[in-house]
């Protein structure tokens, strides 16, 4: 969060300098942007899966805990159109998706498998988080710098807009419940809930970013951009009655994801 406000007081400073830069003398009306890099994000506040619970109870002396929530790096990506809206100044929309590749490589088909619990609980984790992300939002960029000639800026931009959370939900399986799940919280009902997965909400993001784009030749930019963002979303536990068709949910509890980018992109204005 402290990353985040110094970015938010850079683009601040940065739109207060409107008068004192050079013009730019020649602007198309609209900009298409791919961008590709590495990106590293960490999440705060997802309750620990069952699994994790056993097997961090069963190991505490034989090997190191393993955090869900630890940083993961993979790549990222981004789809982006603008709009010009004046010689400096651009509005339009994004695309952003980003995802713990170090987990899903070979363990994917893990996630919701009852019988590797069973197997191999006991001396590894089996299931993981395997966060997954994509920002569709509303983004405004603004050049703080523009050379006369157009070969190089500098800008400064903000994407705002709802976060699509793409992670799949985590089998809450416990092998030492008596009914291999473990009890829910539910009042006023006299059959008894199961807590059997953990379902993941989708939120809100704010994405600053610093870009900087050297033209290449007409039309047509290179990106280096730097970019960090806070998301807001949450979970919640699935319920159910093991001998009935029958489905509920229980304690949502809100979460967050702080995430760095640094990509490199390609343009061109239309």
Not at 1 to 12: G, T
Not at 27 to 39: I, M, Q, T
Request: charged share 15%; glycine share 8%; hydrophobic share 35%.
């Amino acid at each position: 969060m402290k990353k985040l406000k110094i970015l938010m007081f850079c683009l601040l400073t940065g739109l207060g300098l409107l008068g004192q830069q050079q013009k730019n003398s020649s602007h198309s009306g609209w900009e298409a942007r791919l961008n590709v890099g590495a990106g590293s994000f960490s999440s705060s506040g997802i309750p620990e899966s069952r699994n994790q619970i056993n097997f961090r109870q069963l190991n505490l002396n034989n090997t190191p805990e393993y955090k869900q929530e630890s940083r993961n790096v993979g790549f990222c990506y981004e789809l982006a159109l603008y709009k010009n809206v004046g010689s400096r100044i651009r509005i339009g929309a994004s695309v952003n998706f980003f995802r713990d590749d170090d987990e899903y490589l070979g363990t994917s088909d893990l996630t919701n498998n009852i019988e590797s619990i069973r197997a191999d609980s006991l001396q590894r984790m089996t299931i993981y988080n395997l966060q997954s992300y994509a920002n569709a939002g509303f983004v405004i960029e603004y050049d703080v710098f523009s050379a006369i000639n157009g070969r190089h800026r500098l800008s400064l931009g903000l994407a705002t807009g709802p976060c699509i959370n793409r992670t799949p939900d985590r089998t809450e399986f416990d092998q030492f419940a008596d009914n291999q799940f473990i009890e829910a919280p539910v009042s006023g009902s006299n059959d008894t809930w199961y807590i059997t997965s953990t379902k993941f909400h989708s939120g809100w993001y704010l994405m600053p970013s610093a870009v900087y784009g050297l033209k290449i030749r007409r039309n047509h930019f290179l990106n280096f951009s730097f970019s960090i963002a806070q998301h807001w979303l949450s979970s919640s536990y699935s319920t159910q009655i093991l001998t009935e068709n029958s489905s509920g949910s229980a304690n949502q509890k809100q979460y967050s994801v702080f995430s760095t980018q640094l990509k490199l992109g390609y343009s061109f204005t239309f």
